[in-house]
C-alpha cells in the first residue's frame, strides 16, 4: 500500500466535519465503502481512478 502524502490527508478539522456530516444523516460509512464499487470491475475502478488523478494533477498545475 503507498503511503499517504501529508497534503493529501486530512487536516483535524476536516477530519471532524467529515465525522459529523457522516453522523448527522444516519448514513453508513463502512456499507456504503463495501458497496461502491460492487457493480465494478477491476479495469473499470482503474480508468476512474486514473480520470480523477489527471483532473487532480492538471487543477494542481494550474494553481486550483
Not at 456504503?32 to 483532473?55: F, Q
Amino acid at each position: 500500500m503507498d503511503k499517504v502524502k501529508d497534503d493529501e490527508r486530512l487536516s483535524s478539522d476536516e477530519a471532524e466535519k467529515f465525522i459529523t456530516l457522516i453522523k448527522q444523516d444516519k448514513f453508513d460509512y463502512t456499507q456504503w465503502r463495501k458497496n461502491l464499487w460492487e457493480d465494478k470491475s477491476l479495469e473499470e475502478i482503474c480508468v476512474k481512478g486514473d480520470e480523477v488523478s489527471k483532473k487532480l494533477r492538471k487543477s494542481t498545475a494550474n494553481g486550483r
